[in-house]
């Protein structure tokens, strides 16, 4: 499955703006997905991911009440909407599939990955 990340640009902090992620080659319907993100100088770490149904998500404690994941599985597209931006979310957002049975928090636990979208929050 191939992944491409858009939706990210330069925003000031406090603002808001939507990641996708849109699936091709094949359908994400089955499988857990995830966003990670990566500061300069920072290794890339865990932000959100969703079940393959859409019914559970998980959070980072950095983003939790202020971003929320979603998927519409019938576009083939994961979301990420981000409210109240702070300067410390700038990174690089990368969306991912997760291997099934794997963790939910580690990178190594997902298999395919989109090439990122810059997320750039002024202060």
């Known amino acids: 499955v191939q992944l491409q990340a858009s939706g990210g640009g330069l925003v000031q902090a406090g603002g808001s703006l939507r990641l996708s992620c849109a699936a091709s080659?094949?359908?994400?319907?089955?499988?857990?997905m995830g966003w990670f993100r990566q500061a300069p100088g920072k290794e890339r770490e865990f932000v959100a991911a969703?079940?393959?149904?859409?019914?559970?998500?998980f959070y980072a404690d950095s983003v939790k009440g202020r971003f929320t994941i979603s998927r519409d599985n019938a576009k083939n597209t994961m979301y990420l909407q981000m409210n109240n931006l702070k300067p410390e979310d700038t990174a690089v957002y990368y969306c991912?599939?997760?291997?099934?049975?794997?963790?939910?928090?580690?990178?190594?636990?997902?298999?395919?990955w989109g090439q990122g979208t810059q997320v750039t929050v002024s202060s």
């Open positions: 991912a599939s997760k291997r099934k049975g794997a963790a939910w928090r580690l990178d190594q636990d997902y298999a395919y």
């Open positions: 080659g094949r359908t994400i319907s089955s499988y857990d």
């Open positions: 969703v079940t393959w149904s859409g019914e559970r998500s």
